[in-house]
């Protein structure tokens, strides 16, 4: 996952998501990802190339598979948690990352609230697309790989 979320969130924030999402620096996970692979011993991954992040639409679709993503985390961070291995156990920074805060919900106000998306539905629908393949392609070539 962090092939991907790091290149998305450093996209992200050189498009101006910010301004998109105000509170973005809650929501961010780039560096909790990258403490856990340190944890565990593993290498920094090698990072795809992110998609077009142009405009509000565009990045709110983007941000929705990343906010999206904490609902899965649930379910991996209660296997993490039960793992034999400490560091495992050691590495759910980024998965229990917003535990306890409605953060799932704030993004939605703010999506289906957004003109932007309102004017360009389709352009909200291509970011999330967009970042929905980067996670299906890493995750084939990842079981390719093994």
């Given at each position: 996952?962090?092939?991907?979320?790091l290149p998305l969130e450093?996209?992200?924030?050189?498009?101006?998501?910010?301004?998109?999402?105000?509170?973005?620096?809650?929501?961010?996970?780039?560096?909790?990802?990258?403490?856990?692979?340190?944890?565990?011993?593993?290498?920094?991954?090698?990072?795809?190339?992110?998609?077009?992040?142009?405009?509000?639409?565009?990045?709110?679709?983007?941000?929705?598979?990343?906010?999206?993503?904490?609902?899965?985390?649930?379910?991996?961070?209660?296997?993490?948690?039960?793992?034999?291995?400490?560091?495992?156990?050691?590495?759910?920074?980024?998965?229990?990352?917003?535990?306890?805060?409605?953060?799932?919900?704030?993004?939605?106000?703010?999506?289906?609230?957004?003109?932007?998306?309102?004017?360009?539905?389709?352009?909200?629908?291509?970011?999330?697309?967009?970042?929905?393949?980067?996670?299906?392609?890493?995750?084939?070539?990842?079981?390719?790989?093994?």
């Amino acid at each position: 996952m962090a092939a991907v979320l790091l290149p998305l969130e450093r996209a992200l924030e050189g498009s101006g998501i910010r301004t998109t999402v105000p509170d973005w620096p809650e929501r961010r996970r780039a560096s909790l990802a990258v403490a856990d692979l340190q944890v565990l011993g593993a290498a920094s991954p090698r990072e795809i190339d992110p998609p077009s992040v142009d405009g509000e639409a565009r990045q709110l679709g983007i941000v929705y598979v990343l906010e999206g993503s904490r609902l899965g985390g649930k379910l991996l961070l209660r296997r993490a948690l039960g793992h034999p291995d400490p560091r495992v156990r050691a590495a759910t920074r980024y998965l229990s990352h917003g535990a306890g805060r409605d953060l799932w919900s704030s993004f939605l106000s703010r999506l289906e609230g957004s003109p932007a998306v309102t004017d360009a539905p389709d352009e909200a629908v291509a970011g999330a697309r967009a970042a929905f393949a980067l996670f299906g392609e890493r995750g084939a070539h990842q079981r390719g790989a093994q």
